[in-house]
């Protein structure tokens, strides 16, 4: 990894080697930075504050390797990025101003795209991480990884059971609990539905209507203004010396019939002409028959009237017009159904319900007797790794119990109160010495036990579910003696089949290491590109001793680092 402006470093490389590579350096020379380094590598959170003073921008590149066709190469082609002879290039940026960018392979890709791939590259362990193991969430959660299949399928199928009943309780409680609304709703549409159905409007019934009271309310000037028309194109019988517009323009057309031949612009204005007086014959009988078909009846008009006021009433209530009206009637009735059907619906969504939970139980049952089978084979597994990690009296198990609840599923022949995961509550137990009663970890083990506990349980997991590299930040707190020996011994055989990279203070543990990384400060107080160096020979030396009594020098610190390298070297 190469780190740029992340907290007190300015410009370091870090080079991991294959097996157990130990960081060590003084409290505050910036060893966390490695950890947070690879967080940021692997998706964690970007936090602004990280970006080293007066710097525009925190940088962190790694190369990881990564076999051809693995699951991670595989994910990591899918979203576009290309393996540089065999190994993915990944970067995190994090600006001053919070903004973070990723890039994997050449391409950016999302921040979580770097999450996911993260559970199948690095396992991440330290002070937090036990702190987490004290929560029987956590626990459980751990109880499941080690089970694998035997409860990760019928999980799955308990989860989307769970889910469609959450969805179906929610349904039912809106449906019951909104019962008086919804009755109430359901009669307003009723009386709308009946009071559009008594009138029974006709789309454009509206505009014809209004059309026709126009037409009537006006019928004696319309009658006259027709009247006086059409004498005007035809003539009046009342009047045979009266002069109309069809006879003067039949006196034009003769007037051109006999020269037209001579000349044919004269004649296409004669043909024009006669276009001319067919029109107005036309016009003229039309009319004629206009005022005889128009109706003056009063009583029409004080019909139309009504039904213009009838519909006025419904379009003042229910929309704009009588096609808005329309719309709101077909969308009442559709909604009435709805309504209607809500006691059926009620019955079929109760038998759904009651089939959901007896499947729940089905399911729940089969996870508590998957997690108690595996809880005795992790509980055995984990207490033969503490036997290598001076706790050779320590026994861990777990309890596995549930809680009644009248209204929950039936598990053991007993309703118990489930959840998202199940109905089971896991705690993971410790008895640290023969004779001691099995207490829950958070309460019966100490700072360094604990520590031990988190260990051989990333053992037990490296054996079933392995991934590439362990990453421990100070998991050995609290620890010290033949036990931080014992801690030293056991990464070094879990480095024997994956990459294991320990931040320690402990020279017991960091003697182990296949490669020691000091981490220095320069004396501007920031860690430079010559800040992170390989320990080797007598330098290897100097620092263990520096770790054991605080000084470099000290001819027996140093006698006692040679013996610890010399441990170390004959157990590898």
């Known amino acids: 990894m190469r780190i740029r ?13 294959p097996g157990f590579t130990a960081v060590t350096g003084e409290t505050g020379a910036g060893k966390t930075m490695v950890v947070t380094s690879l967080g940021l590598l692997l998706g964690g959170r970007a936090d602004p504050a990280l970006v080293r003073i007066g710097a525009a921008s925190a940088v962190v590149e790694g190369r990881v390797s990564v076999a051809p066709g693995a699951a991670v190469a595989r994910r990591a082609e899918e979203a576009g990025a290309e393996l540089d002879d065999g190994a993915l290039l990944i970067s995190r940026t994090v600006s001053a101003e919070g903004r973070s960018r990723a890039h994997l392979g050449g391409r950016s890709v999302p921040v979580g795209l770097l999450a996911e791939l993260a559970d199948d590259l690095v396992a991440v362990h330290g002070q937090t991480d036990q702190q987490g193991l004290l929560k029987p969430a956590r626990q459980r959660a751990a109880l499941d990884r080690y089970a694998g299949d035997a409860v990760s399928v019928p999980l799955a199928a308990y989860t989307t059971a769970y889910r469609r009943l959450r969805a179906l309780d929610a349904e039912l409680e809106e449906l019951t609990t909104r019962a008086r609304e919804r009755a109430q ?14 009138v029974a409007p006709r789309a454009g019934e509206d ?76 016009v003229a009988g039309e009319l004629a028959g206009y005022a005889d078909d128009l109706d003056a009846d009063p009583r029409r008009l004080a019909a139309v009237e009504e039904r213009r006021a009838a519909l006025t009433g419904l379009t003042r209530k229910y929309g704009e017009d009588v096609a808005a009206v329309l719309a709101w ?25 009651d089939a959901l939970r007896a499947e729940l139980s089905k399911l729940a049952q089969a996870l508590t007797d998957a997690r108690t089978e595996a809880a005795a084979r992790f509980a055995e597994a984990v207490t033969a790794e503490l036997a290598s990690l001076a706790m050779p ?13 009248p209204e929950g599923v039936e ?47 990333e053992v037990v997991f490296a054996g079933t579910d392995p991934v590439p590299t362990y990453l421990f930040d100070e998991v050995d707190a609290g620890v010290g003696g ?74 027996t610190a140093r006698a006692h680092a040679e013996e610890l390298l010399a441990t170390a070297r004959a157990d590898l």
Request: proline letters at 4%; aromatic letters at 2%.
């Open 329 to 353: 009637a077909e969308e009442g009735a559709a909604r009435l159904t709805e309504l209607e059907g809500d006691d059926d619906r009620i019955g079929e969504l109760t038998a759904e319900r």
């Open 185 to 198: 709703e359901a009669d307003l549409l009723r009386f709308g539905l009946a009071e559009i159905e008594a």
């Open 393 to 405: 009296h320590a026994r861990v198990s777990f309890a596995i119990r549930q809680t009644e609840d």
């Open 5 to 17: 402006s992340l907290g007190v470093i300015d410009d370091a490389v870090v080079e991991l080697s």
């Open 207 to 282: 505009v014809e209507l209004a059309a026709e009271a126009e037409r009537l309310g006006h019928a004696e000037a319309l009658a006259s203004a027709a009247a006086l028309a059409h004498a005007a194109l035809a003539g009046n019988p009342e009047d045979p010396e009266g002069v109309d517009a069809t006879t003067l323009v039949a006196g034009a057309g003769r007037a051109l019939e006999g020269v037209r031949a001579h000349d044919p612009a004269l004649a296409a204005l004669a043909d024009r002409i006669g276009e001319i007086s067919i029109l107005l014959a036309d």
């Open 482 to 555: 033949k036990a931080a020996v014992e801690i030293g011994r056991r990464l070094a055989k879990l480095a024997k089949t994956a990459q294991v990279v320990v931040v320690t203070h402990l020279p017991q543990v960091a003697a182990f290491a296949d490669r020691q990384l000091l981490v220095e400060k320069t004396n501007d107080g920031s860690v430079t590109r010559s800040g992170v160096t390989v320990l080797e020979g007598e330098d290897r030396v100097r620092e263990l001793s520096r770790m054991l009594a605080g000084q470099e020098d000290s001819e």
């Open 411 to 457: 598990v053991g022949g007993r309703r118990v109160a489930y959840g998202p995961s199940g109905a089971d509550e896991v705690e993971l137990l410790l008895a640290p010495h023969p004779g001691a009663p099995p207490r829950p970890i958070a309460k019966g083990a100490s700072g360094g036990e604990l520590s031990r506990v988190m260990l051989a349980v």
